[in-house]
């Protein structure tokens, strides 16, 4: 078994596009917890930790269409097993009391046919406040067709001192920055911003300017979702595109039935080798070995595609 979790959002602004891959709807339904599930093991004593758990459907984020899913118990976050960024969705994100991993469960929720695979963190104990009893709980909605939910569950938050209602979480022992939940999503292979989420459920704002984090915590079942925006039919087609020569040598082009503005070239770290807005691209300076080449079209979606440089 595999062990991590955390949840993150994200918006296409500092690719330079102003259309965010997703619209932020928050409304308040019942609270329902799973009723069937899988447990999170006692791990008491480990920080980081990746679980690896089968979501029963292909869950579409950004370029990356996935079976599977990587969770974080301590944080809150969730990740791709072919993700060489870390932590690619995060939602209620912060340092909780990984002594406490029995509170965690996760399994699969439908609802008007509609499948979802749902992580849930009950009794999210905070910091040194055991003896307090305060807690909050959450989940966190993957759907099949895309969307993300963060869902609030029951807690009781009165009297923290951890918590300051308009402001957010902090360590016990006050330092001078709010360090969650943190709310925000980032490409999986990149790691750059997608979209995030600033402020509480009557006043927020979302894109990749602010923090990313939700200051104050409401009562049980509101739910903050992100939606994927589909404008046209464009938006919903994958690039019809070809790479050739590949393998290559001295160069590629690039071939696309869309509008591309950006086209980018990345080892196998993330990091961005060559950046051009060119499709006739001078690969002769790369070292041998495969790459990861991001074509970027007008709406702001992405398809990679692997290259192998001789």
Known sequence: MRFVFSLIIMHFSCLSFSQTPFEVNVFKEDYQALEEYESVPNLTGLYEIEISAELGFEFPFQDTSATEMLFYPVLGCLSFPDSYHAYAICLFDYLYD??????????????????????????????????????????????????????????????????????????????????????????????????????????????????????????????????????????????????????????????????????????????????????QINTSDLNAGMYLVELIDKFGNIEVEKLIKQ
């Open 98 to 279: 990984y002594e406490d991993f029995s509170s965690m469960h996760y399994g699969n929720f439908e609802r008007d046919g509609l499948k979802a695979w749902v992580v849930e963190k009950n009794f999210a104990i905070l910091g040194s406040e055991q003896t307090y009893g305060k807690y909050m709980s959450f989940q966190i909605r993957l759907w099949e067709d895309g969307t993300i939910d963060g869902v609030v569950g029951p807690n009781d938050l009165e009297g923290s001192s951890v918590y300051v209602p308009g402001e957010g979480f902090y360590l016990d022992g006050g330092p001078t920055a709010t360090l969650g939940p943190a709310f925000h999503m980032r490409h999986p292979h990149t790691g750059e911003c997608v979209t995030s989420f600033d402020g509480d459920v009557e006043n927020y704002q979302y894109g990749c300017e602010g923090g990313g984090r939700l200051t104050t915590i409401p009562e049980a079942g509101w739910v903050i979702q992100f939606k994927p925006i589909v404008s046209n039919t464009d938006d919903l087609a994958k690039l019809e595109n070809s790479i050739f020569p590949n393998p290559c040598t001295e160069s590629i082009t690039v071939e696309s039935a869309h509008d591309l503005v950006s086209v980018r070239i990345n080892d196998l770290s993330g990091r961005t080798i060559i950046s051009t807005h060119e499709l």
